[in-house]
């Protein structure tokens, strides 16, 4: 008999070889299929006439550190903790990285969105010194968009596919998440789910793409179906820039009114989940018992195959789709009841805005703040700037600290957008993607109302 633990490459046994021999009486080989590691070893072995053995079973010590590391982060507070530095951490890394934005609302000299915007203006005035008109705003608005939409949004899904596999491969997450998912199982959260929904605090798409990993189809739909109650960094963005232009006369309620949105949205996906689990009939039980986790360096070619694999899936099966709706709905920025406007406010975009402003009037929202909503269906990035064309972000430090929080807590959770969407579709086919819609847009509504009732009896 030989013993043989395979994989050595990504973590060996807290003994070597020859200790592990001694104390179990037969060979014990470390190999790896990938490096070769042992290979040689067992070959040799094999063709060697090992004497009949029998495995002795012995209880093996495991040595004080490993003992030590597994109690700390086995511990559910201390594992929830790290997963959620995890979560802020990484929101925080994007946010600096990608919008340029600090922790406290400042902004840096060069992000990723500043230097994309360059480019945009660059190829904008290029495109309309030399062709212009509706032509000119066609290939701009709407094939150039589309390709800088997916630029964007590449870097956030290529950046949070590095760390989502970098936490699983190291064997961080199915440590920490192992301690915790029973209990949040108790909430609703699928088990396993909760990784997923850490990552859609970085972007939504990854998080709703790796949900078609998670163990049996109940835990994928229902993962799946909450990923857009996280706010995503771009989302984030939103609170950001929003909080600090409305409340610049009182910074303190800044880091106040962008945190509130995050737990309300934790609230409603609660809800949400009652809801999916009742009409769906899923169950969120821990799934039998998970082996221990090693923590380990992840094997550097491997890696980095799995994140360019998960990248090129990801623009195959949702590029095409999320380039096809930008392109199909330029029209309606473009024109208007009176033909081909340069205005947007006297586009169909803007007529949708001003259809949809009696359903928020009763929240103190005009619809040149509602219809950047409508662009948000795309890509949230687009909202902020649909927020400056129609004057909505200064509209917006007129308005009460209740239709301010109103708005961020609906913009928090009230849809995915298409990337997102297209994902879903993918993951849980038409009918469940069109529920979710429903059920996002009816509960953000309810939230954000009764959030505008309770601070309207708060005397300010």
Same mark, same amino acid.
């Given at each position: 008999? @030989? =013993?043989?633990? &395979?994989?050595?490459?990504?973590?060996?046994?807290?003994?070597?070889?020859?200790? $592990?021999?001694?104390?179990?009486?037969?060979?014990?080989?470390?190999?790896?299929?990938?490096? *070769?590691?042992?290979?040689?070893?067992?070959?040799?072995?094999?063709?060697?006439?090992?004497?009949?053995?029998?495995?002795?079973?012995?209880?093996?010590?495991?040595?004080?550190?490993?003992? @030590?590391?597994?109690? @700390?982060? %086995?511990?559910?507070?201390?594992?929830? #903790?790290?997963?959620?530095?995890?979560?802020?951490?990484?929101?925080?890394?994007?946010?600096?990285?990608?919008?340029?934005?600090?922790?406290?609302?400042?902004?840096?000299?060069?992000?990723?969105?500043?230097?994309?915007?360059? =480019?945009?203006?660059?190829?904008?005035?290029?495109?309309?010194? %030399?062709?212009? *008109?509706?032509? *000119?705003?066609?290939?701009?608005?709407?094939?150039?968009?589309?390709?800088?939409?997916?630029?964007?949004?590449?870097?956030?899904?290529?950046?949070?596919?590095? /760390?989502?596999?970098?936490?699983?491969?190291?064997?961080?997450?199915?440590?920490?998440?192992?301690?915790?998912?029973?209990?949040?199982?108790?909430?609703?959260?699928?088990?396993? +789910?909760?990784?997923? /929904?850490?990552?859609?605090?970085?972007?939504?798409?990854?998080?709703?793409?790796?949900?078609? !990993?998670?163990? +049996?189809?109940?835990?994928?739909?229902?993962?799946?179906?909450?990923?857009?109650?996280?706010?995503?960094?771009?989302?984030?963005?939103?609170?950001?820039?929003?909080?600090?232009?409305?409340?610049?006369?009182?910074?303190?309620?800044?880091?106040?009114?962008?945190?509130?949105?995050?737990?309300?949205?934790?609230?409603?996906?609660?809800?949400?989940?009652?809801?999916?689990?009742?009409? $769906? +009939?899923?169950?969120?039980?821990?799934? *039998?018992?998970?082996?221990? #986790?090693?923590?380990?360096?992840?094997?550097? &070619?491997?890696?980095?195959?799995?994140?360019?694999?998960?990248?090129?899936?990801?623009?195959?099966?949702?590029?095409?789709?999320?380039? #096809?709706?930008?392109?199909?709905?330029?029209?309606?920025?473009?024109?208007?009841?009176?033909?081909?406007?340069?205005?947007?406010?006297?586009?169909?975009?803007?007529?949708?805005?001003?259809?949809?402003?009696?359903?928020?009037?009763?929240?103190?929202?005009?619809?040149?703040?509602?219809?950047?909503?409508?662009?948000?269906?795309?890509?949230?990035?687009?909202?902020?700037?649909?927020?400056?064309?129609? +004057?909505?972000?200064?509209?917006?430090?007129?308005?009460?600290?209740?239709?301010?929080?109103?708005?961020?807590?609906?913009?928090?959770?009230? %849809?995915?957008?298409?990337?997102? =969407?297209?994902?879903?579709?993918?993951?849980?086919?038409?009918?469940?993607?069109?529920?979710?819609?429903?059920? &996002?847009?009816?509960? !953000?509504?309810?939230?954000?109302?009764?959030?505008?009732?309770?601070?309207?009896?708060?005397?300010?």
């Amino acid at each position: 008999m @030989i =013993l043989v633990f &395979n994989m050595a490459d990504l973590w060996k046994p807290p003994y070597t070889q020859e200790e $592990l021999s001694k104390l179990l009486s037969v060979p014990v080989v470390f190999t790896s299929a990938v490096t *070769g590691e042992g290979v040689a070893r067992l070959r040799e072995l094999l063709f060697k006439d090992v004497p009949k053995s029998s495995l002795r079973l012995q209880d093996l010590k495991v040595p004080e550190y490993a003992v @030590i590391k597994s109690a @700390i982060l %086995s511990r559910p507070p201390i594992a929830l #903790a790290t997963l959620l530095a995890l979560g802020v951490l990484t929101t925080i890394f994007l946010m600096a990285v990608i919008e340029g934005i600090t922790p406290w609302g400042g902004n840096l000299p060069v992000s990723l969105v500043s230097l994309f915007d360059l =480019l945009d203006q660059h190829v904008s005035q290029a495109v309309m010194a %030399s062709i212009g *008109g509706p032509a *000119g705003r066609f290939i701009i608005e709407a094939l150039w968009e589309s390709v800088l939409t997916l630029l964007i949004l590449s870097v956030y899904v290529i950046i949070a596919f590095t /760390l989502i596999v970098l936490y699983e491969d190291s064997g961080l997450i199915a440590l920490l998440s192992k301690s915790v998912e029973r209990r949040l199982s108790y909430l609703g959260i699928p088990p396993r +789910g909760v990784v997923c /929904l850490f990552v859609a605090a970085s972007c939504n798409v990854p998080a709703a793409t790796t949900a078609k !990993a998670l163990w +049996g189809r109940g835990s994928r739909v229902l993962t799946a179906l909450l990923t857009p109650y996280v706010p995503c960094v771009a989302r984030l963005a939103i609170f950001v820039a929003v909080a600090a232009a409305a409340l610049s006369r009182i910074p303190y309620l800044i880091p106040v009114a962008v945190f509130i949105p995050y737990l309300i949205s934790f609230g409603f996906a609660l809800i949400a989940s009652f809801i999916y689990r009742k009409a $769906l +009939g899923i169950k969120t039980e821990a799934i *039998g018992i998970v082996p221990p #986790a090693p923590l380990m360096w992840p094997r550097w &070619n491997i890696y980095f195959k799995k994140v360019a694999v998960s990248y090129k899936e990801f623009i195959l099966k949702v590029g095409p789709l999320l380039s #096809a709706v930008i392109i199909a709905l330029w029209p309606l920025s473009a024109y208007g009841p009176g033909g081909y406007v340069e205005d947007i406010s006297q586009s169909y975009l803007a007529a949708i805005g001003n259809a949809l402003e009696p359903l928020f009037e009763p929240m103190g929202l005009p619809w040149q703040v509602v219809m950047p909503l409508v662009g948000g269906w795309i890509f949230k990035e687009v909202v902020l700037g649909l927020l400056e064309a129609t +004057g909505g972000l200064q509209i917006i430090s007129t308005l009460p600290l209740s239709s301010i929080m109103a708005f961020l807590v609906f913009t928090a959770f009230y %849809s995915a957008c298409i990337a997102t =969407l297209s994902v879903l579709y993918r993951t849980v086919g038409l009918k469940l993607t069109a529920l979710s819609v429903v059920v &996002n847009l009816a509960l !953000a509504y309810i939230a954000a109302f009764a959030v505008y009732a309770a601070l309207s009896l708060v005397p300010l």
